[in-house]
């Protein structure tokens, strides 16, 4: 059974589910960068289905992003309107464009495994706090907003749950706490578990709007009011849905200050997007790796459309891409399906969605933030010893308390500071010669296998001939980076099974917590 089909279902409802996860981002984040309410619908559709078609990655959901938000609003402030700024969208696509084609994604090889750790694991606890406020009813602060210092209202992200639990809404409440309830029993519950035609995330939202329905019916004054809904447009006519369209500003293709904000987008929407696939081959249970440079062409085609007709720029975004894994998408189906959704949804039943509360997709989110940062992931990084753990909860609170870009880029410097100290011992060697199908190959590892090594190696094993055997001889090693040790078992358990590779592990001692398959290399092979 290929993958496709054997994942067609439960694709199909991570796509769902991922869809009524992005409708309010896509919508808060418009709000938030001063742009049209439905240039985030318009980005989130084409993030999902076009560059959820052109990308690299079986995972990743594109749509318009949190980290994004300052540049668009003050990009549209200096660019004068709304239709200029759209030039400068086409122009970062572009850009992006030209720098999948000159292979610029493959930085993202170079992102440590604890920075990227830390970066999730902050970006869940960033996802808690920020719904808390949402899931008392409390909705000062717009949807999608991840920075700390948050710009709608001038508090910061802890002021503002202090100010939410001075403003409670008791509807929102109950409609939070049933929907976690419900979400809870869907993971923990033996019987709801095997429900797989049914999510958790898409009962909860049902149940949501039905007891809300319920307190409106009776007069209730827990009935949570049309300000604590979902909020998307609801045009009266086709003529006034295509006006919601926008063409960019052509002359301004001339101005050089467009160009420069242009390549200012374009330079952080790919850093963000990079960081975000390498966030998605972490997470992914096949353990599959995706090309960066590919994903750069499929954002830069997605970003030169949307400012061809009034989106936002886009990038890919890590809770869209959490959502979707969480709730069991295994193929690019489920974001393909999750832009289908959100394109027919505010075609046909825009009145139906706007019956939403905003606290039970808050619930949603907050149990996807417990997913991401999880006490378990701490314990994990702490037994892995200073060296993993003190870069990753720098990152921790570097994005907590600053933003994602700032956050990552702290954890990375002391990342790199530890990594150099690891490579001043020896210099290190990597063998890799032509090989061909039905042949043996040996991988010898040298002295020092270092972070830095980690992308020739995880090249080299990507590219490897189907049916072949291959001895990995770490004999020789005294030190080999926690990184790659990650990328050798990865690939012993999980891809070369699936491309029908033996793989022979030699001379990995017992501190690697690698378990040999060799004793030591019997066979005569060739390199």
């Keep these: 059974m290929k993958p496709e089909t054997k994942y067609f279902k439960t694709d199909l409802l991570s796509g769902l589910v991922v869809f009524l996860v992005a409708l309010p981002l896509c919508l808060g984040i418009a709000l938030a960068s001063g742009a049209p309410l439905f240039s985030g619908i318009i980005t989130g559709v084409i993030g999902g289905i076009i560059v959820g078609m052109l990308s690299g990655s079986n995972l990743s959901v594109s749509g318009p992003a949190a980290g994004l938000t300052a540049i668009v609003l003050a990009g549209i402030t200096s660019a004068g ?246 709730s069991g998408g295994r193929t690019k189906l489920a974001t393909i399906s999750h832009g289908v959704f959100l394109l027919l949804a505010v075609v046909f039943i825009p009145s139906v969605l706007n019956k939403i509360p905003l606290a039970a997709l808050a619930a949603i989110l907050i149990m996807i933030g417990l997913k991401l940062a999880s006490p378990k992931v701490f314990k994990h990084m702490w037994h892995n010893g200073k060296f993993q753990f003190i870069p990753f909860i720098v990152t921790v609170a570097a994005v907590v308390f600053t933003d994602l870009l700032k956050g990552v880029g702290i954890g990375l410097a002391v990342s790199i500071i530890f990594i150099l100290k690891g490579n001043m011992k020896l210099a290190y060697f990597f063998e890799d010669k032509q090989h061909q199908e039905g042949k043996n190959i040996e991988i010898k590892l040298a002295q020092e296998v270092s972070f830095l090594n980690k992308a020739a190696i995880k090249q080299t094993l990507a590219h490897l001939p189907a049916n072949s055997h291959v001895i990995i001889n770490a004999s020789e090693t005294v030190y080999i980076d926690h990184d790659v040790l990650e990328l050798i078992k990865d690939f012993f358990a999980f891809t070369s099974k699936d491309r029908d590779i033996k793989v022979d592990l030699v001379g990995f001692k017992n501190a690697y917590k690698i378990e040999n398959t060799k004793t030591h290399v019997t066979d005569t092979v060739t390199q």
């Design 81 to 326: 309107s709304y239709d200029t700024f759209l030039t400068a969208v086409v122009i970062a696509g572009f850009l992006q464009l030209v720098l999948g084609l000159i292979k610029a994604g493959s930085i993202s090889n170079y992102f440590p495994s604890n920075v990227i750790e830390g970066m999730l694991t902050g970006i869940g606890i960033i996802i808690i706090l920020k719904q808390i406020p949402h899931a008392v009813g409390f909705d000062k602060d717009s949807e999608g907003d991840f920075a700390f210092i948050e710009p709608s209202t001038g508090n910061n992200t802890l002021t503002a749950i202090i100010d939410s639990l001075n403003s409670v809404h008791y509807g929102a409440i109950i409609i939070a706490v049933i929907c976690i309830g419900i979400l809870i029993a869907f993971n923990k519950v033996p019987r709801l578990k095997k429900m797989k035609l049914l999510p958790g995330g898409l009962v909860a939202v049902i149940a949501g709007v039905l007891i809300n329905e319920v307190f409106i019916q009776t007069g209730s004054v827990l009935a949570v009011q049309p300000e604590h809904l979902v909020k998307l447009p609801m045009p009266q006519s086709f003529t006034e849905f295509f006006n919601q369209f926008s063409l960019p500003d052509f002359k301004a293709f001339l101005d050089g200050k467009i160009w420069l904000l242009g390549a200012t987008i374009a330079v952080v929407a790919s850093i963000e997007t990079l960081l975000c696939l390498e966030a998605a081959d972490k997470m992914d249970p096949l353990k599959r790796f995706s090309s960066g440079n590919t994903e750069l062409r499929a954002q830069g085609i997605g970003n030169m459309l949307a400012g061809f007709i009034g989106g936002l720029p886009m990038t890919s975004v890590i809770v869209r891409t959490s959502a979707n894994i969480n």
